[in-house]
């Protein structure tokens, strides 16, 4: 099972991204694979809040229609977010967000080692990208 980030799924739907080649070809290397993708709900309103205020709606629909239903969801909770804060407010780090540290904390409860992900904090936490 691999999870999947904003920074990924972001670098897919704009060209001019600097990761938008690397990321589709990964895409299309996952879904060919089978192996099973997850993603947090936290995850998917980061996804369109920044789809929709770089590219506008059409992307959004995209992400809704084509990406997001190819995903498990692990939904944030009233537990875990309360615990990503902590982590985030512990952290003294203005560039780590509250999304990431509940993307952390959901990897390590589902013990996920890999991450689709092109943000720096998934590759300091010590997870890997996808072959």
Partial sequence: M?????????????????????????????????????????????????????????????????VLPIMAFRWIDESIHAMAMNVLLASNRTKLSLVDCTSFLVMKQMELRTAFAFDRHFEQEGLLFPD
């Fill in 2 to 66: 691999i999870f999947v980030d904003t920074s990924a799924i972001y670098a897919i739907l704009d060209g001019t991204d600097d990761n938008h080649a690397r990321a589709s070809a990964t895409w299309l290397k996952l879904l060919e694979s089978g192996d099973p993708l997850v993603t947090t709900n936290y995850v998917a309103i980061e996804c369109c809040a920044l789809a929709q205020r770089r590219l506008g709606l059409k992307a959004v629909r995209a992400i809704q229609d084509h």
